[in-house]
C-alpha cells in the first residue's frame, strides 16, 4: 500500500519540500520560478494600478489623505515599481541567477514599503499586494546554491 506521496514507506522523495536550483541549462525551478511568476504578476498588478492612479480613475478611496504627496505621484511611484518589477522577473525567469534574485527582493521589499503608503487610497489590494511581495521574496531568497557534498555533485560510482 502506498502513502499519498506515492512511496511505499509514507516517506516524501528526497528533496520535496526544498527549493530547486537552476538546472544546468541555467532556466530556474521550484521556488525560483514560483518566485518569478510572482514577480511577472506584480509587475503587471503595479503597473495597471499605477496607470489607473495617474489618470484619476474612481477604483481609489475618494478623499484619502497621504502622508507625501498626492495619488498621482503615488501612481508614477507604482508603474516605475512594475516596470522594475517586469525587468527582475526577466532575469529571474530567463537566467535565475543570484543577482537577478536579488535584484527581485530588493526590488520586492521597495514595493512592500511603497504599498504603505497607498494604503489611504486602495487599503484591501494593498495588503494583498504586501503579501504577495513577502510570498515572492520567500521564493527568491530561500535557495542560497546546492550544499557541498550532496548526490548531484558527486561523480557515478564505477
Do not use: K
Not at 520535496?16 to 503587471?44: I, Q
Not at 530567463?94 to 503608503?117: I, K, P, Y
Amino acid at each position: 500500500m502506498t502513502s499519498a506521496t506515492g512511496h511505499p514507506s509514507g516517506t516524501p522523495h528526497p528533496g520535496y519540500g526544498r527549493a530547486a536550483a537552476p538546472a544546468a541549462g541555467g532556466e530556474p525551478h521550484g521556488l525560483v520560478m514560483f518566485a518569478g511568476v510572482m514577480l511577472a504578476l506584480l509587475a503587471l498588478f503595479n503597473g495597471l494600478d499605477g496607470i489607473a492612479a495617474i489618470v484619476n480613475s474612481r477604483i481609489f478611496v475618494g478623499n484619502a489623505q497621504f502622508v507625501l504627496g498626492d495619488l498621482r505621484s503615488f501612481g508614477w511611484l507604482m508603474l516605475a515599481l512594475g516596470i522594475l518589477q517586469g525587468a527582475a522577473a526577466g532575469g529571474v525567469l530567463s537566467t535565475g541567477s543570484e543577482a537577478a534574485r536579488w535584484f527581485g527582493v530588493v526590488v520586492l521589499g521597495l514595493n512592500a514599503f511603497a504599498q504603505m503608503f497607498f494604503l489611504p487610497a486602495y487599503p484591501v489590494w494593498s495588503v494583498l499586494i504586501i503579501a504577495l511581495d513577502v510570498l515572492a521574496i520567500y521564493g527568491l531568497s530561500v535557495y542560497g546554491g546546492r550544499a557541498p557534498g550532496t548526490a548531484e555533485e558527486q561523480p557515478p560510482a564505477a
